[in-house]
């Protein structure tokens, strides 16, 4: 089998009607704080027996077709002893893992942010590749300002989410290229528009540049929403509008699927979101659905609370946002399905 075939089976697996992506890469020091929302210590134990829970939902496999894992679970065992990437893939879920290692400030331009990891890349991907991973994923973060992000914050970051791309298809992984302008501020929906659309051409320009073939990538990127305190909120119609108009700019049609992330929007409202896309534009070229971390966990911990007790009503709260968001990506998702 050649690479290219390699990463065709993958996009084949993952890419799939009414199916989407479990984000479940929290960092320690996120899931920590994930974790303390609900009381409970984010030891290695704890993070393990919650990482087995969603794993092993009973039925999640119908509207999940990848999970994105941090580095460390890669590498744990269920009860059972089995390994945590292979819980998924008996199930036909793809695993995949979280690459980067973190962000911090772009040297010389202030309010700029750049994401590290590139050294020893290849390296670490074939280590992920032996113990499972398919896929990976690298996340660029863009803040908005009346002035930020500069233009040299958006070649900066675009260079480094192509690179990340090329090192990934040379070793036969998937790259989930995930550039996440953040909805934190009091900007208008028509500034995130603007720097949305900003970011994206500038990646397709360089993943252009450093030969990365589109038909095996998956974006996956912010949708173009008012700022978390801009006074004017806006619909899900309104929100599917802008969106679509700024991907039917700047997304190749040879791009298989954009698997939004929720980035801090309600579990509802990205599935509204979402839903509203699929119905404003039901033949897309790209598969238009979720990659969702928070909108997809939130309930979870809720139901869970740290305590064996809860775990079948946990796996439920993981299942019901998974089948709704599935629907959604049909368009078919109504709020009365909630
Ligand atoms: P959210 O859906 O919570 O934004 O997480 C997705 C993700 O993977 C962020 O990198």
Redesign the pocket.
């Known amino acids: 089998m050649t690479i290219s075939d390699e990463l065709q089976g993958t996009i084949d697996q993952m890419v799939q009607r009414g199916k989407g992506i479990l984000?479940a890469?929290e960092s320690q020091p996120t899931i920590a704080k994930r974790f303390a929302a609900i009381g409970v210590e984010a030891t290695e134990e704890h993070c393990r027996t919650y990482r087995s829970l969603l794993f092993a939902a009973p039925g999640i496999e119908e509207y999940i077709s990848g999970v994105?894992e941090f580095d460390d679970t890669l590498a744990q065992v269920d009860d059972a002893g089995i390994a945590l990437p292979m819980v998924l893939a008996q199930r036909g879920i793809v695993p995949g893992v979280?690459v980067d290692k973190g962000k911090g400030a772009l040297a010389l331009s202030p309010n700029d942010s750049i994401t590290y990891g590139l050294d020893g890349l290849a390296e670490r991907l074939a280590h992920y590749k032996n113990q499972g991973a398919r896929f990976a994923?690298w996340?660029e973060v863009y803040a908005i300002g009346d002035r930020f992000p500069s233009a040299l914050g958006i070649t900066a970051n675009a260079e480094m989410l192509a690179r990340y791309a090329a090192v990934c298809q040379e070793q036969g992984i998937v790259p989930i290229v995930?550039p996440?302008v953040l909805i934190d501020g009091n900007h208008s929906m028509a500034r995130c528009a603007e720097v949305t659309e900003a970011v994206q051409k500038e990646i397709f320009h360089a993943l252009h540049r450093h030969h990365v073939v589109l038909e095996h990538i998956i974006l996956?990127p912010n949708m173009v929403l008012p700022g978390k305190d801009h006074p004017v909120r806006a619909s899900a119609e309104a929100i599917a509008t802008a969106t679509l108009q700024v991907f039917r700019r700047t997304v190749p049609m040879a791009v298989p699927s954009i698997n939004f992330?929720?980035?801090?929007l309600s579990p509802e409202a990205?599935t509204a979101n979402l839903n509203a896309m699929n119905i404003a534009m039901p033949i897309a070229p790209w598969l238009l659905s979720f990659?969702?971390?928070?909108?997809?966990q939130e309930t979870v911990l809720q139901a869970w609370q740290g305590k064996a007790e809860n775990l079948a009503a946990a796996q439920q709260a993981l299942l019901k946002r998974a089948r709704l968001n599935g629907a959604a990506q049909r368009g078919e998702y109504s709020s009365a399905m909630e």
């Open positions: 984000a890469d994105i979280k994923k996340r995930e996440e996956k992330l929720s980035g801090g990205a990659s969702y971390g928070r909108a997809l």
